[in-house]
């Protein structure tokens, strides 16, 4: 992991020293470009010395770029070497951070069209103008596109930066599988279920959830009206470790119904309490392990 921080004269002193020394906190190295080599002067008077030349960078050595804010993003914003690194980390799919007076540089690379931001107030006129959503938030995080207003959302927006920054742990297949069920179950379409996840958890693909996230993304749908219909009938937790556990015995839905009609006298997973649930499940179990436990060779 390797950070990039574009800059220049007049930018807003703590919208650059605190990414620049968060990254160094956590061992990520980065560096710090200008379209002069001398150090860069902040609006409140403090001296950074840059460690590369604007028109020298080479975006392939990166996987994120920083853009604060002040009076810096005026003098970026026409410099085309500058766009065209945006245009390029964009279209790399790597991460994009801007605050305050930062998004202006999006602007003029044209890369906001289709996409939600914010922004220091004066300048949400010139993000709508470029088609973008403007929302008036802490922080704003679309895809590989993080945007945030004035000093005082640093926190947030250095919170979201650093997610983007550890690699996820990753979840394994059965999770994975769950909330695809879970997805189908709830009749998304592709475009509400990635617009869930950003909502919920801040990324829009499943396969970048960790453990935290895949969680709370369960407890917003355990939510959902849809699992709110029988208060006395079964969890959502349980219904999906039932669909599991079907999975790995490879029952198709008639051969489960036919089970429920023969033991419980029911006719679908839904009709079950959450008592006679808790039996299904380990019923289940056990058939899952006399399986096992024949299928293993003598010894």
């Given at each position: ?45 403090y ?50 951070a ?54 005082a ?7 979201e ?10 979840l ?24 869930i ?103």
């Amino acid at each position: 992991m390797k950070a990039l921080l574009i800059s220049a004269d007049g930018f807003e002193d703590s919208e650059l020293l605190v990414p620049y020394y968060r990254f160094l906190e956590e061992g990520i190295e980065i560096d710090i470009a200008s379209i002069k080599s001398d150090p860069i002067i902040g609006k409140h008077g403090y001296h950074v010395t840059t460690t590369r030349s604007l028109d020298k960078v080479d975006s392939s050595l990166y996987d994120i770029l920083i853009l604060p804010g002040g009076k810096a993003p005026t003098l970026l914003r026409n410099n085309e070497k500058m766009l065209d690194l945006v245009r390029q980390f964009i279209k790399d799919g790597k991460t994009v951070a801007a605050i305050c007076h930062g998004p202006q540089i999006l602007v003029s690379a044209g890369v906001l069209s289709g996409r939600r931001a914010t922004c220091y107030k004066n300048v949400a006129e010139e993000l709508e103008k470029a088609g973008c959503s403007y929302s008036d938030e802490q922080v704003v995080v679309d895809d590989n596109l993080i945007t945030s207003r004035v000093p005082a959302d640093l926190p947030a927006f250095m919170r979201e930066i650093m997610k983007k920054c550890r690699k996820p742990t990753g979840l394994d297949k059965k999770k994975l599988a769950l909330i695809h069920i879970v997805k189908r179950d709830l009749h998304l379409s592709d475009q509400e279920y990635r617009d869930i996840l950003q909502q919920v958890t801040g990324v829009r693909s499943a396969k970048d959830l960790d453990e935290t996230a895949f969680n709370r993304l369960l407890r917003y749908f355990a939510r959902s009206k849809q699992y709110q219909i029988n208060p006395y009938g079964l969890t959502f937790r349980q219904k999906y470790f039932i669909k599991h556990l079907l999975a790995d015995l490879h029952w198709d839905e008639g051969h489960f119904h036919n089970f429920l009609k023969k033991y419980y006298q029911k006719t679908g997973i839904d009709d079950l309490t959450k008592g006679e649930a808790s039996n299904v499940i380990e019923s289940l179990k056990n058939i899952i392990k006399h399986t096992v436990r024949n299928s293993q060779p003598d010894t």
